[in-house]
C-alpha cells in the first residue's frame, strides 16, 4: 500500500543513540514505552516521522566484534559500515515491533 500523507501536522521524533540506553534490554524498553507515545500520535491524527542515531550501538557491536576477534580466530573483525547496518537493522526492528 503506498504512504498517503494524512490531513494532519507531521511531527519528527529523533531518538539520539544516548536516548536507546546502554544495553540492548535497557533500549528495548525505552523503546517499547516511547512506541506507546508514537502510537497515540498516530491515533489522535498526526503524521509522524522517526529518525534515530546509533553511534553508542555501533560502538557497541564494533568493540564486541574487535574483542573477539583479537580472542578467537573464527570470528572476523567486522567492519564499521557493517556495524553500523547491524544496529540501524535491529533499532529498527525493535522501533517497528513496539509500534505493532
Known sequence: MPYQ????????????????????AEQLELV???????VDMIE???NV???????PQVGMINNAFAYAAANDDKTPDMPFPEAGAMS???????LSQAIL
Open 49 to 55: 516521522v522517526v529518525s534515530h542515531g546509533n553511534g
Open 32 to 38: 517499547q514505552n516511547t512506541a506507546k507515545h508514537i
Open 44 to 46: 489522535e491524527g498526526t
Open 88 to 94: 540501524q537493522g535491529y533499532i529498527g526492528y525493535q
Open 5 to 24: 500523507k494524512g490531513p494532519g501536522k507531521t511531527v519528527v521524533i529523533a531518538l539520539g543513540g544516548n536516548a536507546l540506553g546502554n544495553t540492548p
